[in-house]
Each structure stands twice: as C-alpha cells, then as structure tokens.
C-alpha cells in the first residue's frame, strides 16, 4: 500500500502532506499527555512488529502493494485512534527514509492512508462493534480487517486523482487483495490484543475492553 514517488503530483501530494501533518500534531499532543514512561517499551514493540508484517509485500498490478498495516491493533492496545496515526508514522517514516520504502514527497498520504484511516476506523470500529456483539476479540478481528480495506480503497482513489491508475481496475485489484489480507490482518489484531490481555492487562488503556 506504500505509494512510491512520482506516482502522485507534487501539488496533490502537498496536499496529504497538509493532511497528514494535522494528524501528526495531534497524535504528540496525545503522546505528551497520555503516554506515560510506562508504555514506551509497548510502543517499540509495536512499531517493531508493524514494521515487520508491514515487510511481507504483494506486488499488485494497477495498485502498488499488497501489505498488512497494524494501526488498529495499535490504536486498540493503546486506546487512542491517534496511537495509530503517531507509531505509522514512526513506522513510515523509518521505512522511507532508510529503507526507501514508500517515497518522501507522497510520504503525507500514506500516513494518512495507513496511520489516520487505519488508526481512526480501526479504533471506532472496534469499540462500534464491541457496543454490539459485546465480544472484544471478534470486534477486533472486524475492525483490523475494515482498517485496512478501506485503507487500501482510499489509496486506490487517490491514484486515480492522480491519473495513474483507472478507476476501477485500481479499485477492484486493491479492494480484492486487500479483503483478502485482512482476513490476516483481522486475525492477527485479534490475536495480539488476546494474548496482551491475557498476559499483561494492566498495560492495556482500557483493560475491560478485552473481555470476551
């Protein structure tokens, strides 16, 4: 899902770059009010380990890649849509800049596509379902699984602004990869969010949240 240079117009990418920087202030507002020494070590490791399923890519033709994201569990874990927009970017910002995954200039719209999108539906769709089916896990398995297709379907249409991919072969390659991914994703935030809570609730910010 990393959009690479070139593929979107500087005048459209400073755009996201606007966007995205919004995001970023608020997401350290929250980082200097909520985030305690106490949960620093959970912060690396959860960047560490987003950054590591973030590494397993599938090439995908009229898209860019298929990839999971990891910006619910983190807004999940840390009980903040915004926990997910400040450790993506931490992420995003690694992979660009030494790794070269993802460009610079269209940087704003993959935090915006992956840490605020991911991060903000994510979090509310997990507490939405949660209202609704009462079973933390299963909401997490939803909300994992929405966070990422519609992350994926936003980055489908901003390259068809840009003029790079049609419309709807962009949104049919990146929609239909993507559901299947976040199956795994789901799966993988339930997963995690089920054994944090079995092992060490106390560093959950809401630990009733994850009873089943």
């Known amino acids: 899902m990393h959009i690479p240079d070139a593929l979107i117009p500087m005048g ?3 755009v996201y ?3 995205a920087l919004i995001f970023i202030a608020l997401a350290l507002r929250w980082a200097r009010r909520s985030m305690g020494e106490e949960k620093v ?3 690396a490791v959860l960047a560490a380990g987003i950054f590591a399923i973030q590494a397993l890519n599938i090439p995908i033709p009229w898209g860019t890649s298929g990839h999971m994201v990891g910006a619910a569990l983190a807004a999940i874990v840390l009980g903040s849509p915004y926990a997910g927009v400040f450790v993506l970017t931490l992420v995003l910002l690694v992979q660009g800049v030494i790794f070269g995954d ?3 200039t269209v940087m704003g719209a993959n935090i915006v596509n992956m840490g605020v999108v991911g991060g903000f539906v994510g979090y ?4 939405a379902v949660k209202g609704v089916i009462g079973n933390s896990y299963a909401a997490a398995f ?3 699984w929405a966070s990422l297709f519609i992350s994926a379907i936003l980055c489908a249409v901003e390259l068809a602004i840009a003029g790079t991919f049609p419309l709807g072969l962009g949104l049919t390659m990146m929609g239909t990869y ?3 991914i ?3 994703e789901g799966g993988i935030t339930a997963v995690a969010l089920y054994l944090i809570a079995s092992a060490r609730p106390d560093i959950l910010e809401h630990p009733t949240v994850v009873s089943a």
Do not use: K
Not at 124 to 127: A, F, K, N, R, V
């Open 124 to 127: 509310y769709g997990y507490t």
């Open 142 to 144: 939803i909300a994992g």
């Open 102 to 104: 993802g460009g610079i």
């Open 178 to 180: 993507h559901a299947v």
């Open 41 to 43: 070590p959970l912060v």
């Open 12 to 14: 459209q990418a400073l």
């Open 17 to 19: 770059w606007v966007i």
């Open 182 to 184: 976040g199956l795994i």
